[in-house]
């Protein structure tokens, strides 16, 4: 008998067993049976079913394996970790956000920065906020992180140097938990080795002193707490033996948003927001800023530029001196109420910023498509006695690009106003089309003159860039950042305490999965989209008739209706154009500040007004708020 036949004749076996006859037994002919045999026969195969059950459920059941690698989620205990306050500076590319902040009870379109860095911070078990029953799960909850921010970006706003402080999970030994000291306090450091601190210490900076060096000093300046574990706490390197945030967090967050460095030791009375000193901003665009029109309707009217050769320029185009000398107006303790949106809800009252610096620069950027910008019909200045022709002026009197270029608005100021670098390059974009003249920012600074805002257009998000928060020393007479931030990148050498910048592969900043490749990975795939649609222009304007003798109007259909720039990805038809300075008028800000005041009921109490309102104090750093 062969294996598989024993195996069928046993297998049927043990179905005739159950049915309670054996495999001998022939079946029976039911047919034939009568009711009461029948429902014997049922009663008695149920009572067989019965005990095959009970016999297989006494059984002992070995517990399903586990898989390999599994997981075990285990309850993450608080206690059990150190916490110290950082710094950490990021950059984020805006436009898949909402802005930087997010406001609860305010459901947003798209998630806003704060929504995936707090994401990132609680996956990583790095923060241990306060429970707050009033949020949603999910909510970013900040209470009890000892959390600032520098910089309120808004919708489609990027930013390269964000600031935030922060209280983190610290790979710092327990037994050292916490009160912080000043630097004065840690010059008996080794007096107090071996003696007995119940509070121990907490690594922190003076108040951005100007002689400190604290990178270097960071292991110095921690007290033991004389516990059995003081060797322990000497031998940790605050900075070598610390959890790698930066990394920990890129793994975690967005590509398009990355950290860059972090701050060991701010000062005591760190505010990412109030520490802050300046605040400096760029804003991108192209010149020429739209696609020139070809043919006479393509060159400026005279009566409305500045240039000096009017009727040469063409639209698209922008005066670039005329819109340095409107931009240098700027510098200065200004009152800029005219170049911002009002916030009644706070009740602003002091529109003065200071702004230190004010410019348009040029990037130094490599060749790029697009270069029929640079053929003839096309470019910036023409003849206009030479007509219908389209000759253009010798090189050597007006040198003429031959791709677009980049420039950039630079503005470094203490601090902004809601959207106030936006109204500002919306009227430079006015100066430099030549519907504006420079005088016009004089103008609109003169707030006796003009205290109430005429309503025009601000610029577009997308280009605007918080470039960098600077947190200054006090008293050094600069404006340079006093705070020592290790970079992505700054890993130790073989000496203790000593840092070498570069990096290596497997850095956090090089190599597969480092901020560089990640980085890279996104500015290709919009490299891509640039390059193709570019190359795709230079195809189309070099297919049919030739530019050099085409002499049609591209925009006869819209007959005269202005053009009018203002920061996005092409021009909007306004009709005729009118002057900024004859536009209807916004209300005051007194009469703004005291409607929503009524609004919201303190029209018959100016005390309320004053709490619910109104600084004690005022405070002119709001912070940056574009």
Request: one cysteine or more.
């Given at each position: 008998?062969?294996?598989?036949?024993?195996?069928?004749?046993?297998?049927?076996?043990?179905?005739?067993?159950?049915?309670?006859?054996?495999?001998?037994?022939?079946?029976?002919?039911?047919?034939?049976?009568?009711?009461?045999?029948?429902?014997?026969?049922?009663?008695?195969?149920?009572?067989?079913?019965?005990?095959?059950?009970?016999?297989?459920?006494?059984k002992p059941q070995s517990p399903p394996r586990k898989p390999k690698n599994a997981r075990v989620n285990?309850?993450?205990?608080?206690?059990?970790?150190?916490?110290?306050?950082?710094?950490?500076?990021?950059?984020?590319?805006?436009?898949?956000?909402?802005?930087?902040?997010?406001?609860?009870?305010?459901?947003?379109?798209?998630?806003?920065?704060?929504?995936?860095?707090?994401?990132?911070?609680?996956?990583?078990?790095?923060?241990?906020?306060?429970?707050?029953?009033?949020?949603?799960?999910?909510?970013?909850?900040?209470?009890?992180?000892?959390?600032?921010?520098?910089?309120?970006?808004?919708?489609?706003?990027?930013?390269?140097?964000?600031?935030?402080?922060?209280?983190?999970?610290?790979?710092?030994?327990?037994?050292?938990?916490?009160?912080?000291?000043?630097?004065?306090?840690?010059?008996?450091?080794?007096?107090?080795?071996?003696?007995?601190?119940?509070?121990?210490?907490?690594?922190?900076?003076?108040?951005?002193?100007?002689?400190?060096?604290?990178?270097?000093?960071?292991?110095?300046?921690?007290?033991?707490?004389?516990?059995?574990?003081?060797?322990?706490?000497?031998?940790?390197?605050?900075?070598?033996?610390?959890?790698?945030?930066?990394?920990?967090?890129?793994?975690?967050?967005?590509?398009?948003?990355?950290?860059?460095?972090?701050?060991?030791?701010?000062?005591?009375?760190?505010?990412?927001?109030?520490?802050?000193?300046?605040?400096?901003?760029?804003?991108?665009?192209?010149?020429?800023?739209?696609?020139?029109?070809?043919?006479?309707?393509?060159?400026?009217?005279?009566?409305?530029?500045?240039?000096?050769?009017?009727?040469?320029?063409?639209?698209?185009?922008?005066?670039?001196?005329?819109?340095?000398?409107?931009?240098?107006?700027?510098?200065?303790?200004?009152?800029?109420?005219?170049?911002?949106?009002?916030?009644?809800?706070?009740?602003?009252?002091?529109?003065?910023?200071?702004?230190?610096?004010?410019?348009?620069?040029?990037?130094?950027?490599?060749?790029?498509?697009?270069?029929?910008?640079?053929?003839?019909?096309?470019?910036?200045?023409?003849?206009?006695?030479?007509?219908?022709?389209?000759?253009?002026?010798?090189?050597?009197?007006?040198?003429?690009?031959?791709?677009?270029?980049?420039?950039?608005?630079?503005?470094?100021?203490?601090?902004?106003?809601?959207?106030?670098?936006?109204?500002?390059?919306?009227?430079?974009?006015?100066?430099?089309?030549?519907?504006?003249?420079?005088?016009?920012?004089?103008?609109?600074?003169?707030?006796?003159?003009?205290?109430?805002?005429?309503?025009?257009?601000?610029?577009?998000?997308?280009?605007?860039?918080?470039?960098?928060?600077?947190?200054?020393?006090?008293?050094?007479?600069?404006?340079?950042?006093?705070?020592?931030?290790?970079?992505?990148?700054?890993?130790?050498?073989?000496?203790?305490?000593?840092?070498?910048?570069?990096?290596?592969?497997?850095?956090?900043?090089?190599?597969?999965?480092?901020?560089?490749?990640?980085?890279?990975?996104?500015?290709?795939?919009?490299?891509?989209?640039?390059?193709?649609?570019?190359?795709?222009?230079?195809?189309?304007?070099?297919?049919?008739?030739?530019?050099?003798?085409?002499?049609?109007?591209?925009?006869?259909?819209?007959?005269?209706?202005?053009?009018?720039?203002?920061?996005?990805?092409?021009?909007?038809?306004?009709?005729?154009?009118?002057?900024?300075?004859?536009?209807?008028?916004?209300?005051?800000?007194?009469?703004?500040?005291?409607?929503?005041?009524?609004?919201?009921?303190?029209?018959?109490?100016?005390?309320?007004?004053?709490?619910?309102?109104?600084?004690?104090?005022?405070?002119?750093?709001?912070?940056?708020?574009?």
């Amino acid at each position: 008998m062969y294996p598989h036949t024993a195996h069928a004749k046993l297998s049927h076996w043990r179905r005739t067993e159950i049915r309670g006859f054996s495999e001998m037994e022939p079946q029976p002919d039911y047919s034939k049976w009568n009711t009461n045999k029948l429902i014997d026969r049922v009663t008695y195969l149920e009572q067989q079913l019965k005990e095959q059950t009970a016999k297989y459920k006494s059984k002992p059941q070995s517990p399903p394996r586990k898989p390999k690698n599994a997981r075990v989620n285990r309850e993450f205990d608080p206690s059990k970790y150190s916490t110290r306050l950082i710094a950490l500076k990021f950059a984020y590319l805006g436009q898949r956000y909402n802005g930087l902040e997010f406001h609860t009870n305010n459901k947003t379109p798209l998630p806003t920065v704060e929504e995936e860095l707090w994401k990132a911070l609680n996956k990583a078990k790095l923060i241990f906020p306060t429970p707050n029953p009033l949020l949603e799960p999910g909510e970013p909850n900040w209470e009890g992180c000892e959390y600032s921010k520098c910089g309120r970006t808004d919708k489609g706003v990027s930013a390269f140097g964000q600031v935030v402080g922060i209280r983190v999970r610290s790979n710092h030994p327990v037994s050292r938990v916490h009160t912080p000291i000043s630097a004065e306090d840690a010059a008996i450091t080794e007096d107090s080795r071996g003696s007995s601190n119940s509070k121990g210490s907490e690594i922190a900076s003076p108040p951005l002193d100007p002689d400190s060096k604290h990178l270097e000093d960071l292991a110095a300046t921690s007290p033991s707490t004389g516990s059995p574990s003081s060797d322990e706490s000497l031998s940790f390197h605050p900075i070598n033996d610390e959890i790698p945030y930066c990394q920990v967090l890129n793994r975690l967050l967005p590509p398009d948003i990355r950290m860059l460095a972090w701050c060991p030791a701010p000062p005591l009375d760190f505010s990412a927001r109030f520490s802050c000193r300046e605040r400096r901003y760029k804003y991108f665009f192209t010149q020429p800023v739209f696609t020139p029109t070809i043919g006479s309707a393509g060159l400026l009217n005279q009566s409305r530029t500045s240039d000096s050769r009017a009727g040469r320029r063409r639209e698209g185009w922008l005066d670039i001196e005329a819109m340095r000398e409107a931009a240098r107006k700027f510098i200065g303790l200004r009152d800029f109420r005219n170049f911002c949106k009002v916030d009644p809800s706070k009740q602003i009252e002091n529109f003065e910023r200071l702004i230190f610096h004010a410019d348009i620069e040029e990037l130094d950027s490599q060749h790029n498509p697009v270069g029929y910008v640079g053929t003839p019909g096309f470019q910036q200045y023409q003849d206009p006695d030479e007509a219908p022709g389209w000759h253009l002026l010798d090189d050597s009197i007006r040198p003429q690009p031959s791709a677009p270029t980049v420039y950039t608005f630079t503005f470094y100021g203490s601090a902004f106003l809601w959207h106030q670098v936006r109204h500002m390059v919306g009227i430079l974009f006015l100066i430099g089309q030549g519907l504006e003249q420079p005088s016009l920012v004089d103008d609109l600074l003169d707030v006796k003159k003009n205290p109430c805002k005429p309503q025009y257009e601000m610029a577009d998000d997308a280009p605007l860039v918080l470039w960098n928060c600077i947190f200054p020393r006090e008293g050094s007479g600069n404006r340079e950042d006093a705070l020592d931030w290790v970079y992505v990148g700054d890993y130790t050498g073989e000496e203790e305490g000593v840092l070498k910048a570069g990096g290596t592969r497997g850095d956090g900043k090089h190599g597969m999965g480092g901020v560089v490749d990640d980085m890279w990975r996104v500015w290709r795939k919009r490299k891509m989209d640039e390059v193709l649609a570019g190359t795709l222009l230079d195809v189309i304007i070099g297919q049919g008739c030739s530019s050099s003798s085409d002499e049609g109007d591209g925009d006869s259909k819209y007959g005269k209706s202005q053009k009018v720039f203002q920061g996005g990805n092409g021009p909007r038809l306004v009709g005729k154009y009118i002057p900024v300075l004859e536009k209807p008028r916004m209300e005051s800000v007194e009469a703004i500040n005291a409607k929503y005041a009524k609004r919201k009921g303190f029209e018959q109490s100016e005390e309320l007004k004053e709490q619910g309102f109104r600084r004690v104090v005022a405070d002119p750093d709001d912070g940056g708020i574009e």
